[in-house]
């Protein structure tokens, strides 16, 4: 059954660093996101992305987040100066054509961020 | 309060009894969905309801939606062990693009 990977599953990282949180979506999925979990929080959204663009994003991804797809496989979340309150569960998910008004989107394992 | 958000914060049953969880929203949605998390884990789709729905199964699982009332539960038929978990309702926004509203969640213990 197909299924969305991320890497690394653990990153820890000093603050002020770059980060790159790697995912592969399904592969005839269109539509793909970024959430994050705080220990013990709930899911929030980050930002999704279509069509080679962010569709929409939250006001928790300002400009030191950005997101790419730079091949026909993977997408990537990129944190630029990462902050104590940027540790988190990172989850990277995909979902299929939209067309029926369906999102039911496959989540990714998530990858662990621990910023020191 | 938040889009998307469910009470109980946590529930303890036994097993073979059945569980039942709501979430509320607030604004207008497309559909709503149920997922599941086993700790420090991926979500899991459950199942999805349309705004135009009223109602859905699937196995154990029931939900139903009142758009009125702009409410969501979810119902876990003869429950076992293997369902503890913390169980999410998120609302697909009816906005100009894809935005998922995830809520705080419950935290389900089914005790054998």
């Given at each position: 059954e197909p299924e969305v990977t991320q890497t690394p599953s653990h990153q820890v990282t000093q603050m002020g660093q770059e980060v790159i949180l790697r995912c592969v979506p399904i592969s005839n999925h269109l539509y793909f996101y970024w959430y994050r979990q705080i220990l013990g929080q709930k899911v929030e959204f980050l930002v999704s992305f279509y069509n080679n663009e962010i569709s929409e994003k939250?006001?928790?991804?300002?400009?030191?987040?950005?997101?790419?797809?730079?091949?026909?496989?993977?997408?990537?979340?990129?944190?630029?100066?990462?902050?104590l309150e940027d540790s988190a569960m990172y989850f990277c998910a995909s979902s299929d054509l939209r067309g029926t008004g369906k999102n039911e989107q496959f989540f990714g394992p998530g990858t662990r961020l621990t910023v020191l | 309060s938040q889009q998307?958000?469910?009470?109980?914060?946590?529930?303890?049953?036994?097993?073979?009894?059945?569980?039942?969880?709501?979430?509320?929203?607030?604004?207008?949605?497309?559909?709503?969905?149920?997922?599941?998390?086993?700790?420090?884990?991926?979500?899991?789709?459950?199942?999805?309801?349309?705004?135009?729905?009223?109602?859905?199964?699937?196995?154990?699982?029931?939900?139903?939606?009142?758009?009125?009332?702009?409410?969501?539960?979810?119902?876990?038929?003869?429950?076992?062990?293997?369902?503890?978990?913390?169980?999410?309702?998120?609302?697909?926004?009816?906005?100009?693009g894809f935005k998922t509203i995830f809520g705080a969640g419950t935290r389900l213990f089914v005790k054998a």
């Open positions: 939250s006001e928790i991804f300002d400009d030191q987040f950005s997101v790419e797809r730079p091949d026909g496989s993977n997408f990537t979340l990129k944190i630029r100066s990462t902050k | 998307g958000e469910e009470d109980p914060q946590a529930l303890s049953i036994q097993e073979g009894e059945n569980a039942t969880m709501n979430c509320s929203y607030k604004t207008s949605i497309n559909n709503l969905q149920w997922y599941r998390q086993n700790s420090g884990r991926g979500l899991v789709h459950l199942i999805l309801i349309r705004s135009n729905e009223r109602e859905k199964h699937s196995g154990r699982l029931r939900v139903t939606l009142d758009t009125s009332k702009k409410s969501s539960s979810l119902l876990i038929t003869a429950s076992r062990a293997a369902d503890t978990a913390s169980y999410f309702c998120a609302t697909d926004l009816r906005t100009g």
